[in-house]
């Protein structure tokens, strides 16, 4: 299984932008960029995911790099109820398996 | 809005007694998880379904533990017997084939 590795924690001011990195240097060409976050006490929520190109949607913004070897999820103005732990995953699109890692604590200041 | 159910949502059971926990997907996703978290930790994968069909169980502890999915629907985890390190978060999720998973709100077991 291709694994990531991501800072493990990260804090951010209420509404400034967030850019949570991950590397991913052992991925592989059938393999999805999949985050997702965790809220206290909570299971996983879906955040984004994408294979070769950036990705937008409501929740955030993902950024691959062109090797592929790395990626950022982008909030671009961060509300408390961000403050959560975002897990960076790759997903092989051919098992499906899905294998976390230890994600990043983000933290929020008012 | 669709959601994946498990029961119960908290469990205290004292050490070499069985636990069971079920879980209900989303209708019609096919790939099932079952994944155990220790506080602190992510989510570790157990068992990963495909319709009734196990495709992984690599890190599922098989002496005690076990997973049924029988007829592609609802799945059930029994441990058996519990251990004081089996205490643990639970979690279920669903998903349809190469799309994003889908989370239960999971079960907390605390074994005494």
């Known amino acids: 299984d291709a694994k990531t590795t991501q800072p493990n924690s990260m804090e951010s001011n209420e509404e400034e932008p967030v850019h949570l990195p991950c590397n991913h240097s052992?991925?592989?060409?059938?393999?999805?960029i999949h985050w997702y976050r965790q809220l206290p006490s909570q299971g996983p929520e879906y955040v984004i995911h994408g294979l070769t190109s950036n990705v937008n949607n409501r929740m955030a913004s993902l950024a691959i790099a062109e090797d592929r070897k790395s990626s950022t999820l982008i909030l671009h103005r961060a509300t408390l109820r961000d403050a959560a732990v975002y897990y960076c995953?790759?997903?092989?699109?051919?098992?499906?398996?899905?294998?976390f890692g230890t994600g990043t604590r983000l933290q929020v200041f008012p | 809005e669709a959601e994946v159910a498990q029961s119960p949502r908290y469990k205290i059971t004292e050490k070499s007694q069985a636990v069971a926990f079920w879980c209900d997907p989303i209708?019609?996703?096919?790939?099932l998880y079952w994944y155990r978290q220790i506080l602190g930790q992510g989510p570790e994968l157990l068992v990963q379904?495909?319709?009734?069909?196990?495709?992984?169980d690599s890190q599922l502890p098989k002496d005690r533990f076990s997973a049924e999915r029988l007829k592609g629907v609802d799945s059930t985890l029994k441990i058996q017997p519990a251990e004081l390190g089996d205490s643990a978060m639970y979690l279920c999720a669903s998903s349809l084939l190469g799309q994003e998973a889908f989370f239960g709100q999971g079960t907390r077991l605390t074994v005494v």
């Open positions: 052992t991925i592989s060409g059938t393999d999805y």
């Open positions: 209708s019609g996703h096919a790939t």
């Open positions: 995953i790759l997903r092989d699109d051919n098992t499906d398996k899905l294998i």
């Open positions: 379904f495909q319709d009734e069909s196990v495709v992984d």
